[in-house]
């Protein structure tokens, strides 16, 4: 699991450097510099986002699994969520408060399973992200159009790969 998962990173990473390369090709052939300088702080502000938002998440299912916190439903069956999704007709209300109850986490767990969310990747992305928009903005280079293209290109070409990776590591073989 942990190789496909370095394998994927890598393709994510590959195919953004491809997409990146194509965007300034088409940027600084065909239009001026100011766009090619917006395609660029835009994508990789995007990608820094993208992969700091990554990085966090995956400290955060680590810390969670490390820690046994792991939100699972498997006394109830898929009739029985259909049927009763919210619970409203079970027997054992009284037994599930007490549950909450003994397993309701201090204060000191839920910021340590936050903290990851609030990561510094995290916010010197999205700092990086406001600050490439005000300097474009500031030095009147800022073209909306090619600035918020290049902010979707990003998100979108991760999704493609993932997709394009879940269909080629989930086939099953046919014997």
Known sequence: MKMMMKTIDWNMLRGLLIIDGLLIFVSATFFSMSTLLNTQIGFLSATLVIFASIKSYKHMVNTRVENE???????????????????????????????????????????????????IYRIGAYLLLVLGFLYLSHHDFLQLPAYLLSLGLSPLTIVVLLIYNKAVYSEDVVE
Request: charged content about 40%.
């Open 69 to 119: 916190i792991i939100a699972m439903d498997i006394d109830k069956d898929i009739v029985d969520k259909l049927d009763d999704p919210y619970d409203l007709y079970s027997e054992d209300i009284e037994e599930e408060k007490q549950h909450f109850k003994t397993n309701s986490r201090s204060l000191s767990k839920v910021v340590k399973d936050t903290k990851p969310t609030l990561s």
